[in-house]
Every structure is written in C-alpha cells, then in structure tokens.
C-alpha cells in the first residue's frame, strides 16, 4: 500500500503527536489530531466533562469517515479508537483492531465488538468458541530497525555496563525517583563490590517522561558518586533526559539492561535481544501490565519487581547479582528473544488482504 493511501489518527499533546513531528513523518503521510476522552473507572469530575468529549470525539469521527470514506480501519486500539471503531460500525466500514497486551483493557474489549478481525501480541485465552475465528495471534509490530543489532555488539566487551530506565512514553515518577536513589552510592555502597566484578563503569540512563526530570538530584549524585570513587579505576555515571525520539533505536541498542513497565515496549525490547527487569504499573487498566509481566517470568525471560518493592534488601540483591553476571544477562536476553515476531506486520497485512 503507497504512502499517499494511508491516513493517521493521533490523539493530540502525546508521545504519537511528538513521535510524528520529531521523525517529520507529517511530511510522509497525512494524519489528523483530536482531542481524546478518556473512560475513567473510578469518580473524577472530569468524567462529567469528558462525557461531552467523546460525544464532540462520535460526531467527528462520523463525519471524517463520512467524507473520506476509506475501505478499511486499522486500529491499536485504546481511547482514540474507540468512537472510530463505533462510526465504522454503523457505516459499514471494515474495522480491523489489533491489541498489544495478554489482557484486553476496557476501550478494547467494546471495539472488539465492531471489529471485524482482531490480531493480537499474545496467545489470549478464555476467548469463546464461537469467537476464536475473529482472533488471530501475530504478535506485536516492531520496527525493523530493533531487530537490525549493530555488527559486533554481541562480541565486544564493552567499556560499560549500560543500564536504561524509562517508563513508557510518559515515564513513571516512581522508577524515576527509585533509580536516583538506587544509583547514589551513599545509599548502595553494594554497588562498589559490583565495579570490582565487572571491571568496567556503569553508566546509567533515565528516561524520567515530560515535567518529570530532576536536574538538581542528577547534579547531587553525580558529585557523590565521583567522591566515593575517587580512588576507583571506574565511575558510576548517571544522566538523565525527558524524552527519547529518534535516538530510542540507537540507545536500546547501546544498553545491556533495561528496567521498564510492561507494557508494549517488551516487544521492541525482545527484537533487539535486551535483559530486561519489568516492574509493572499497579494501577494499569484491567492491571494488563501485571499479566504481561507474569506471562515472561513463566517463561523465565524476564526479572519481575513489584513497585512496593523497589527500596527493599531482596531486590537490592537481586539486581547487584544480576549487574555482576554476564551470564545471567545473555541467558535473559536469550529467551526474551525467542518470544520476538519479526512477521507480526506481514502477517497483519495478509489479514487485512491488502
């Protein structure tokens, strides 16, 4: 399918928004932006305000489909689908959805109704017999560029270890605030044993998500962490950006571990071959994040941290060991990539019959 028969709908003021303009995508394809409600399952006044958004959301969504009339709708699903998955029901306009997690969140399970195929990035159960038609397992998409691991990545000693930290596209305040912490050798001096074993530096990198960077405890540790060390022959270096764009592909490739939620990222993670430490968001819809997260530790592809247990002596340990062991990482590394589906995007076009 050419470029110039493709039409994008974004939400407006999120990480889609700034990944189109950021790569200057808006000059490949054209796309459009709206507002989003959200559905919100607890009591926020904002629902009252919201109810007339996603009608305004209804209404435009008809009329775009209305006067553009495409053949068919594919979707990932979530808040901005929702009124489109809806229009092109009573349009009579094929819908295609796809869902990223092992568990259908609440925008999801209401388009699955419209949609007329859903490929999903697990195997789903407890789906019903007369249902198991509709679904198809492909896996999720994942750009070319995380499978493309850089020559001689794999078979060089890096001069350090290389740990990203990031959650997700809006980043997570909890994992911000707990790495600052963990990386301050004043307050893990266990990390001093881990430089002696790995004889190389450790360089850590926090990906903190808009507003939520904090220069002043960077500049903080990075004072501490040079005085403890001194005398050392190697550094503990912690830096820290608000978002990522062009330069995530390189950056995960260039690290050896990665601790992030569990959401879709798992799948880029698994192409690019990477150790991975999942610590999944508590309040995640339909809590999907915690069922990704069990679904790879089955699997022993992955660590798992509970949030409540971040500042605790046990996971202490168990990352310490894990930052000393090369063997360990490359054992990770190796299963969470077995779980990898370079045709997910082939096999959803054949679905489509495009």
Same mark, same amino acid.
């Given at each position: 399918?050419?470029?110039?028969?493709?039409h994008?709908?974004?939400a407006?003021? *999120?990480a889609?928004?700034?990944?189109?303009?950021?790569n200057?995508?808006?000059?490949?394809?054209?796309? +459009?932006?709206?507002?989003?409600?959200?559905?919100?399952?607890?009591?926020s006044?904002?629902?009252?305000?919201?109810?007339?958004?996603?009608?305004k959301?209804?209404?435009?969504s008809?009329?775009?489909?209305l006067?553009?009339?495409?053949?068919?709708?594919?979707?990932?699903?979530?808040?901005?689908?929702l009124?489109?998955?809806? +229009?092109?029901?009573?349009?009579?306009i094929?819908?295609?959805?796809?869902e990223?997690?092992?568990?259908?969140?609440?925008s999801?399970r209401?388009? @699955?109704?419209?949609?007329?195929?859903?490929?999903?990035?697990?195997?789903?159960?407890?789906i019903?017999?007369?249902?198991?038609?509709?679904?198809?397992?492909?896996?999720?998409?994942v750009?070319?560029?995380?499978?493309?691991?850089?020559?001689?990545?794999?078979?060089?000693?890096p001069h350090?270890?290389?740990?990203?930290?990031?959650?997700?596209s809006?980043?997570?305040k909890a994992?911000?605030e707990?790495?600052?912490?963990?990386?301050?050798?004043?307050?893990?001096?266990?990390?001093?044993?881990?430089?002696?074993?790995?004889? &190389?530096?450790?360089?850590?990198?926090?990906?903190?998500?808009? *507003?939520?960077?904090?220069?002043?405890?960077i500049?903080?540790?990075?004072?501490?962490?040079?005085?403890?060390?001194s005398t +050392?022959?190697?550094?503990i270096?912690v &830096?820290?950006?608000?978002?990522l764009?062009?330069?995530?592909?390189?950056?995960?490739? @260039?690290?050896?571990?990665?601790?992030t939620?569990?959401?879709?990222s798992?799948?880029?993670?698994?192409?690019?071959k990477?150790?991975v430490?999942?610590?999944?968001?508590? !309040?995640?819809? *339909?809590?999907?994040?915690? &069922? *990704?997260?069990?679904?790879? !530790? +089955?699997?022993?592809?992955?660590?798992?941290?509970?949030?409540?247990?971040?500042?605790?002596?046990?996971?202490n340990?168990?990352?310490?060991?894990?930052?000393?062991?090369?063997?360990?990482?490359k054992?990770?590394? /190796?299963?969470?990539?077995?779980?990898?589906?370079p045709?997910?995007?082939? /096999?959803i076009?054949?679905?489509?019959?495009?």
């Amino acid at each position: 399918m050419k470029a110039e028969n493709l039409h994008f709908i974004i939400a407006d003021n *999120n990480a889609d928004f700034r990944y189109f303009e950021s790569n200057d995508l808006y000059k490949k394809f054209t796309y +459009s932006e709206y507002s989003v409600a959200k559905l919100r399952r607890y009591f926020s006044w904002q629902n009252f305000f919201d109810f007339f958004v996603f009608f305004k959301n209804i209404v435009q969504s008809f009329l775009f489909l209305l006067c553009n009339r495409p053949e068919k709708i594919f979707s990932k699903g979530g808040f901005v689908s929702l009124p489109f998955g809806i +229009s092109a029901f009573f349009l009579r306009i094929p819908f295609f959805l796809h869902e990223t997690d092992s568990a259908m969140g609440l925008s999801n399970r209401i388009l @699955s109704v419209f949609a007329k195929k859903v490929f999903t990035g697990f195997p789903l159960q407890n789906i019903k017999i007369s249902e198991r038609q509709k679904y198809v397992f492909v896996g999720n998409p994942v750009r070319a560029e995380f499978f493309n691991i850089p020559i001689g990545k794999e078979n060089i000693l890096p001069h350090s270890l290389n740990i990203l930290i990031f959650g997700g596209s809006q980043g997570a305040k909890a994992l911000n605030e707990w790495a600052r912490d963990f990386f301050d050798i004043s307050q893990n001096q266990e990390l001093l044993s881990v430089l002696e074993k790995i004889n &190389k530096n450790i360089e850590v990198l926090i990906v903190s998500g808009k *507003n939520k960077s904090n220069s002043e405890k960077i500049k903080k540790i990075t004072e501490i962490n040079n005085k403890f060390l001194s005398t +050392s022959s190697y550094k503990i270096i912690v &830096k820290e950006v608000e978002f990522l764009t062009s330069d995530f592909i390189n950056v995960i490739h @260039s690290s050896d571990i990665v601790i992030t939620r569990a959401g879709g990222s798992i799948a880029e993670l698994s192409a690019a071959k990477k150790c991975v430490v999942l610590v999944p968001l508590p !309040t995640s819809a *339909n809590n999907h994040q915690q &069922k *990704n997260a069990d679904y790879f !530790t +089955s699997k022993n592809a992955v660590l798992q941290i509970q949030e409540e247990n971040l500042y605790t002596k046990e996971v202490n340990k168990m990352l310490n060991e894990l930052f000393s062991s090369e063997k360990k990482q490359k054992k990770l590394s /190796n299963k969470l990539s077995e779980f990898s589906c370079p045709h997910a995007v082939e /096999n959803i076009i054949k679905g489509l019959n495009i």
